[in-house]
């Protein structure tokens, strides 16, 4: 398979036509290989429209939610970014191209090895429950939430900088429509309908808010 080829059709078919504004997040989409990042058996599917397996009870995102996520995040260089079920490191990669400080946090040891060896950037990975975040690498910039959750854990609000954004996508597991969220301060704001595999699984009995 012409992996390569695969990769520029993606982003040209499912990426550039969702009016994604950050040129940045094509351009990082377009230079990194997810297929190092995707299970053996499912490499073929790296670039399609699917939510592919990853370790014993989740699912990636699709590459367009992962595309609409980074360009509301609003990446600068320097910042300093949260991944926050950062699986592989796909995710954590194109974030890392961005020219962010990356942080990657999984609850997954055998994700984070397989990201280990893979991925290319300087990432900083830890493995912990993802409710708790990663307070003492505290404050970021921005947080990424690379799955649905029913709302968004108190923990992870109170890591971002005064300024810092939260992204996420907010719903139950089940839900026929879902929703692409952006949270400043404690404004939050709709940025779409979608639908999305639970990130929290097993993480569930645990501080949220609405």
Same mark, same amino acid.
């Given at each position: ?72 995040? /609003?990446?600068? @260089?320097?910042?300093? $970014? +949260?991944?926050? *079920? %950062? ?6 990669? #194109?974030? =890392? ?38 307070? /003492?690498?505290? @404050?970021?910039?921005? $947080? +990424?939430?690379? *799955? %649905? ?6 923990? #992870?609000? =109170? ?52």
């Amino acid at each position: 398979m012409d992996f390569a080829l695969a990769r520029t059709n993606m982003v040209k078919s499912q990426v550039v036509p969702n009016n994604i504004s950050h040129h940045g997040v094509l351009d990082a989409m377009q230079s990194t290989p997810r297929e190092p990042f995707v299970l053996p058996s499912h490499q073929m599917f790296a670039y399609s429209d699917f939510a592919l397996p990853m370790g014993a009870v989740r699912r990636s995102l699709k590459p367009l939610q992962i595309a609409r996520l980074l360009d509301a995040l /609003e990446i600068t @260089p320097g910042q300093k $970014i +949260l991944v926050v *079920g %950062a699986g592989t490191g796909y995710e954590a990669t #194109l974030a =890392a191209r961005l020219g962010a400080q990356v942080y990657a946090l999984e609850s997954d040891a055998q994700l984070v090895a397989i990201g280990q060896t893979v991925e290319n950037t300087q990432l900083s990975w830890h493995t912990a429950p993802l409710v708790g975040g990663w307070p /003492e690498q505290a @404050p970021f910039d921005g $947080i +990424l939430l690379c *799955g %649905a959750v029913p709302a968004i854990p108190d923990a #992870l609000l =109170a890591q971002r900088k005064p300024l810092g954004a939260l992204v996420a996508i907010q719903g139950n597991e089940g839900d026929a429509v879902m929703y692409m969220v952006r949270m400043r301060g404690s404004k939050k704001e709709i940025l779409g309908e979608t639908v999305a595999f639970p990130l929290l699984a097993g993480e569930q009995n645990q501080p949220f808010v609405i």
